[in-house]
């Protein structure tokens, strides 16, 4: 085992000014992608590949936005209980901005991209896939309308008294575990409308 550490040490040590940077490590990973791409797709470039590249892009999106779904309920609230409450503001400071940010912007890209795949024909289109994509669209709007103006007056973003976060913060929770259930079904929905219909 020590030599197996030693080895995967000196390659990522090696590699380190690329893994170190989150932009750089995300850019390598496209690039890979896009090689493969020109490896194995090229000849099926053209408007039949719009759908399956789009299809690419909104799983990506989703993984990226059902992820952090899952990090705030699964990690980030049950935890903050528990956080000494002189760690807390780094909690509000740092760590759930940036994570917000990818969080909404990850809803709205799986929003966009599914809906272009849906319009290009590639998608399959039954009762299964609909209902994934109405529950996909009700967290996308929790998200944007619930949850995002709510946590900008959680972490001071938006003036607020301690009554209005207090709420505020009740509401966010409240509306991410309600976006958490309605997570099961959706992906359930997803995975297997081109499955079983």
């Known amino acids: 085992m020590v030599e197996i550490n030693e080895s995967v040490s000196n390659i990522l040590e090696k590699l380190s000014t690329i893994l170190e940077k989150h932009y750089r490590a995300l850019a390598v990973g496209a690039g890979l992608a896009f090689l493969l791409l020109l490896l194995y797709h090229h ?29 705030f309920n699964l990690v980030q609230i049950p935890t903050m209980p528990n ?17 917000l940010f990818w969080f909404r912007w990850s809803a709205l890209a799986t929003v966009v991209t599914g809906i272009i795949v849906f319009s290009s024909g590639s998608a399959v289109i039954n009762l299964t896939i609909l209902t994934g994509a109405i ?55 997803m995975v297997t409308a081109r499955l079983v219909g």
């Open 43 to 71: 000849a099926d470039l053209g408007g039949a590949y719009f759908g399956p590249f789009f299809t690419f892009l909104h799983v990506v999106s989703g993984i990226t936005w059902i992820g952090l779904l899952y990090y």
């Open 83 to 99: 956080i000494p409450a002189e760690l807390k503001p780094a909690i509000g400071k740092y760590i759930a901005p940036e994570a």
């Open 135 to 189: 529950l996909g669209l009700i967290m996308a709007f929790n998200v944007w309308f619930v949850i995002w103006p709510n946590q900008q007056k959680v972490l001071g973003l938006v003036a607020a008294d301690d009554d209005e976060k207090a709420k505020a913060a009740r509401l966010t929770m409240l509306t991410s575990r309600a976006n958490f259930v309605l997570s099961v079904p959706m992906l359930y929905c």
